[in-house]
């Protein structure tokens, strides 16, 4: 098969095949293996870089996260297995979920509950007598949110980018938000905290979120497109790519704030536009705004973001 995402591509006779070049950091390129994605712990940066996250919070730790690494992390190769890692356990339905997205004007308006619109979430606090709690002993509940967000209907790329300020960075299109890819202790959250099957939890202000797109939305998506699956605080798309073959793209193929310029669906019309890109490898989704990024607090329109607005990732 070929890998060909955003313009890049590498040749393959198969998964293990002779001459193969996988992905063995997240700034390295190459194929990236599912049971070996290259773990992000140490990829935070004050300024724009490829495969890292830009995080205006510098200082991390005593916020609580995953208290003990997984199995389906290697710390010898530094990489952990995604088909491996566990799951909360249960399935909690949210009848109440409300997730709409109008446009008034120029503004992209989106109100949203942050509570899943079509797929259920696990049991949190997690249980003592679920096996996650051995790794991840996350205590904080699933409440119901207030968001009011106005966003540009065309976003414009800024003069220089911002980084991440922590908490909501978007919400996806099954209504819930999307945080960055660090957890309360400035590591790769998605292969330390212990995630629901639909890779959410809560942190400690009882937001539920992702960290990176979740596979009950990546199942859904076409091979052979670009498909939108959310917004980010900019107002820019946030698309999954997949060839074919269903292969995403690595972060070689992106920018310093995991996205490019290229023809996407956007505002119902084919265009040349910039957007996010979605990976299977940290920092998966934004890795700094591109555009100028309103607050990501809950109710009114938002503003222009300055300082870091609250704990960066969630913890456990």
């Known amino acids: 098969m070929v890998l060909a995402g955003c313009g890049a591509g590498v040749a393959l006779t198969g998964a293990s095949a002779s001459g193969t070049e996988f992905a063995t950091t997240p700034t390295s390129p190459g194929v990236v293996r599912p049971t070996a994605i290259p773990l992000g712990d140490g990829y935070v940066s004050t300024t724009p870089k490829v495969g890292y996250v830009d995080s205006c919070q510098t200082s991390f730790g005593g916020i609580g996260g995953a208290t003990v690494a997984g199995p389906w992390i290697d710390t010898t190769t530094k990489t952990w297995n995604l088909e491996a890692k566990i799951a909360v356990a249960g399935a909690v ?11 008034s004007g120029n503004r992209r308006i989106i109100k949203f509950n942050d509570l899943p619109i079509d797929h259920t ?39 220089r980018p911002s980084c991440d300020h922590g ?27 212990v995630l629901d099957s639909c890779a959410g939890h809560p942190d400690p202000a009882e937001i539920y979120h992702h ?14 497109k670009s498909t939108l699956v959310g917004y980010a605080l900019d107002g820019f798309g946030i698309y999954v790519v997949k060839n074919a073959e269903g292969v995403m793209p690595s972060n070689t193929a992106l920018d310093a704030c995991h996205g490019t310029t290229s023809r996407v669906l956007w505002n119902g019309r084919m265009q040349r536009i910039y957007h996010y890109v979605a990976t299977l490898e940290y920092p998966y989704t934004v890795g700094c705004f591109r555009g100028t990024a309103i607050s990501g607090g809950g109710g009114g329109g938002g503003q222009p973001t300055g300082p870091p607005a609250g704990p960066p990732g969630s913890t456990g």
């Open 167 to 193: 908490g909501p960075i978007g919400v996806l299109s099954d209504g819930v938000a999307l945080f960055d890819a660090l957890d309360g202790e400035g590591r790769d959250a998605g292969a330390h905290e």
């Open 93 to 103: 339905g949210w009848a109440q979920a409300s997730y709409r997205v109008t446009v």
């Open 121 to 159: 979430t696990g049991v949190f606090p997690i249980a003592t007598t679920d096996p996650a709690h051995a790794y991840d002993q996350n205590g904080n509940h699933i409440e119901a949110q207030d968001y009011d967000w106005s966003l540009p209907l065309t976003p414009k790329v800024a003069a």
């Open 211 to 224: 960290h990176y797109i979740p596979p009950c939305i990546l199942t859904k998506t076409p091979n052979g």
